[in-house]
């Protein structure tokens, strides 16, 4: 079976889109100006061919595990983010981030 390793997300103002995620979801700095969420990293790359702001937000969207949705809320809200709908946001490029709760596993028995 194939995992994947990294996405690649291309915009115009990849220091501002790194920070956004990193201050957001507490991504770890990877490899070649990348962020490391897990076993996956979201490498962020400058490119001028790509519009400012999406204009198909809905084309590739990320879901996010977040431990604490009130927490991540609240720091999403400090940044200014944009909210469409209870557990989902824009970030800067209007990309869409859903928000997933990780909820603990519980064992059989317990």
């Not at 115009?12 to 920070?19: D, I, P, V, Y």
């Not at 400012?52 to 999403?76: I, K």
């Amino acid at each position: 079976m194939a995992a994947i390793g990294s996405f690649l997300l291309g915009t115009r103002r990849a220091e501002q889109l790194r920070w956004w995620y990193e201050e957001a979801f507490a991504g770890v700095p990877a490899h070649h100006g990348g962020l490391r969420f897990g076993d996956v990293v979201l490498a962020i790359d400058e490119r001028p061919d790509v519009l400012p702001v999406t204009p198909e937000p809905m084309r590739l969207s990320l879901a996010m595990r977040v431990p604490n949705l009130e927490a991540t809320a609240a720091r999403l809200d400090a940044l200014g983010t944009v909210w469409h709908g209870p557990s989902m946001v824009a970030d800067p490029d209007g990309n869409l981030v859903h928000l997933v709760v990780r909820r603990s596993r519980r064992r059989s028995g317990a």
